[in-house]
């Protein structure tokens, strides 16, 4: 399971509806289960197509520099699927490389976001978590 609060769930809703056709990316920070920070970040890949993302590396250096210093720490990364669903893809699969982050997806139909879903993935592997979104 995740946890975020509503206004965090509201960022990452603006942030995929902003970024469509393209996919929008960020990161999560947090502790356990609880999101504790949403850090929309510009998508590096958002010119080679709506099907793939990629975080500036420099975002997030400073994000885990500062994290570390709050007690938070990275737990995964936000994007969202332009008019596809809220699964891992093939390209998501092949980026794959930190099994232990999340990866929550937003479905993006017609420039509308639809409900988060996420999951871990390591390869084949993958783990879908329940995403609780509550309020302040």
Known sequence: MIRLRAAQWE??????????PAECCGL????EEQITAVIPA???????????FEVDPQ???EVERGARAGGD??????HSHPDHPAQ???TDRAMAFEPNLIWLIVPVAGGSAGEPRAFRLCGEDV???VVEIFPE
Not at 28 to 31: I, P, T, V
Not at 42 to 52: I, T, Y
């Open 11 to 20: 960022t990452v809703r603006r942030e995929a509806e902003a970024a469509y």
């Open 28 to 31: 999560l920070l947090g502790r």
């Open 42 to 52: 510009a998508n590096l890949r958002a010119c080679e197509g709506n099907d793939m």
């Open 59 to 61: 975002v997030r250096f």
């Open 73 to 78: 720490r990275l737990i995964g990364h936000y």
């Open 88 to 90: 891992p893809s093939a």
């Open 127 to 129: 783990e879908e978590l």
